[in-house]
């Protein structure tokens, strides 16, 4: 349960890192390293998730994942 919860941790933290670095106008949504850290940071939850059978938190981080590797994938 430990790994479960440091993966998750990292994760969570990275999310919000680059949430309030967006707020802070220290970053913008179509910046590399915000979607960098919100692709990080869901697959880390989603794994953690998965590791602790949060079923309904894999599919939402997973989702939040996809959407950041969408994002990054649009900026080339």
Same mark, same amino acid.
């Given at each position: 349960?430990?790994? #479960? ?17 967006? &707020?802070?106008?220290?970053?913008? #949504? ?8 919100? /692709?990080?940071?869901? *697959?880390? #939850?989603?794994? *953690?998730?998965?590791?602790?059978g949060a079923i309904p ?7 939040? #994942? &996809?959407?950041?590797? &969408?994002? /990054?994938?649009?900026?080339?």
């Open positions: 349960m430990l790994l #479960a919860n440091i993966v998750n941790s990292t994760g969570v933290f990275l999310i919000l890192l680059a949430f309030w670095l967006l &707020i802070q106008g220290k970053m913008k #949504a179509d910046n590399r390293w915000y979607l960098l850290m919100n /692709l990080t940071g869901a *697959g880390l #939850a989603c794994f *953690g998730s998965w590791l602790i938190f894999v599919i939402l981080e997973g989702t939040w #994942a &996809i959407v950041a590797l &969408i994002g /990054l994938m649009r900026r080339k």
